[in-house]
């Protein structure tokens, strides 16, 4: 995706510096367009625990370049198997909720236990974290190009009108390598001249929606609105969304989906309304080995911190400020589990498919046991 006129993606290797890698910092956004680099195991551990970089796709991107970086990090430590288990568990362990960073950061793993030629090892793990990188976007983009068809249903049973609809978190570009996973069809539709509109909730305590979201689909000049969290119940019970598309962190093989907290409600509110909800994700977030997502799926914890301080900036300074009375403890739960019942449909690289077990492994027949 461009930013002003600039090609680009959300994770790469430094062209001048190929020991480090480089990230867009998101925390930055949408106030500065600020690039990052990053030389060490530790920085890409704290980049994707403290979101740099967020979002499933890239999380997982990121762990596979954690990986390589292990492999060329200048240490005293030997870069024995046990060393890079190590490093493949602690990278794994900064986010717990998407499974594409396991994912990742195993495949780059098994590909270092192949050999203990140090060099051999450093090739491996870059061609594969480069794989892993053309793969996502491969993906997305094709997420692209079967959820269009959706949009476009519905734009002509509108006989043309605006499509609303509503997504949460931020599912787009930024999350992923690019084009995004919810975003896709979204950017495909729009730019193949179907007329939409998104309603973007703000998507608290980190308002990834009304920060990435926005921001990029403002880039791209596809119209929008940001709304407050709980706007969306009431804006389905007066006919104002067609669709619902979100992306997922983990989903089960049986179609239950882990994605930023608030998502659960948003499907609630469009199952009681009769508003098709669907869910954009790649293959590397499902969870082939989970079958119940509200028990079996990690949710991560975050600091209470998050929920207190809201950023904004006033003129040109970034600003933090404190929201809540002195004393009030605060819950920062980062994702919820909508159940499989719920969702009209999944939208993967290979098609869109029910959410469920028979309809998947349809889909993914090399995942059948
Ligand atoms: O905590 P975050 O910002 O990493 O959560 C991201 C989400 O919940 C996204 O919706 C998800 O990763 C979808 S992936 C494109």
Redesign the pocket.
């Known amino acids: 995706m461009k930013v002003g006129d600039i090609k680009f993606q959300t994770i790469w290797i430094k062209p001048e510096n190929p020991s480090v890698i480089q990230i867009i910092d998101q925390r930055k956004l949408p106030f500065k367009f600020v690039i990052e680099d990053i030389a060490s195991v530790e920085e890409m551990f704290i980049a994707i625990k403290d979101?740099h970089l967020?979002?499933?796709?890239?999380?997982g991107a990121a762990g596979a370049f954690g990986m390589y970086l292990a492999v060329i990090e200048k240490d005293t430590k030997t870069k024995t198997s046990e060393y890079y288990q190590e490093v493949a568990q602690y990278l794994v362990s900064s986010?717990p909720?998407?499974v594409?960073l396991e994912y990742s950061v195993n495949r780059i793993l098994s590909r270092l236990l192949e050999t203990k030629d140090h060099d051999r090892q450093k090739r491996a793990a870059l061609t594969e974290a480069l794989a892993i990188v053309g793969e996502e976007l491969e993906n997305?983009r094709r997420i692209g190009e079967y959820g269009q068809n959706l949009i476009q249903q519905i734009s002509q049973t509108k006989n043309g009108e605006t499509v609303n609809i509503l997504t949460?978190?931020?599912?787009?570009w930024l999350?992923?390598i690019d084009y995004?996973?919810?975003?896709s069809p979204i950017y495909f539709a729009h730019d193949k001249g179907i007329k939409l509109h998104v309603w973007v909730d703000e998507?608290r305590p980190?308002n990834?929606g009304a920060r990435?979201t926005a921001w990029e689909l403002g880039q791209h000049g596809v119209p929008h609105t940001v709304i407050a969290d709980n706007t969306g119940g009431h804006l389905m019970q007066h006919g104002m969304v067609d669709m619902v598309i979100?992306?997922?962190?983990r989903t089960t093989v049986t179609g239950d989906v882990?994605?930023?907290?608030g998502?659960y409600l948003k499907a609630l509110a469009a199952k009681d309304n009769n508003v098709p909800f669907y869910v954009?994700?790649p293959s590397s977030?499902f969870d082939w080995n989970l079958t119940d997502g509200v028990n079996q799926i990690p949710v991560?914890e975050?600091d209470a911190s998050e929920i207190r301080f809201v950023e904004g900036i006033e003129g040109a300074s970034v600003k933090i400020v404190d929201t809540l009375p002195k004393n009030s403890p605060a819950l920062n739960l980062?994702?919820d589990v909508t159940p499989a019942r719920l969702i009209t449909g999944l939208i993967t690289e290979r098609g869109i498919c029910k959410a469920s077990r028979e309809s998947i492994l349809t889909l993914f027949p090399e995942k059948k046991v």
Do not use: Y
């Open positions: 979101m967020r979002g499933a796709p890239l999380i986010r909720t998407a594409n997305c949460h978190c931020n599912a787009g999350a992923c995004g996973t919810a975003t998507t980190r990834q990435l979100v992306g997922s962190d882990a994605n930023k907290i998502t954009a994700l977030t991560e975050r980062g994702f």
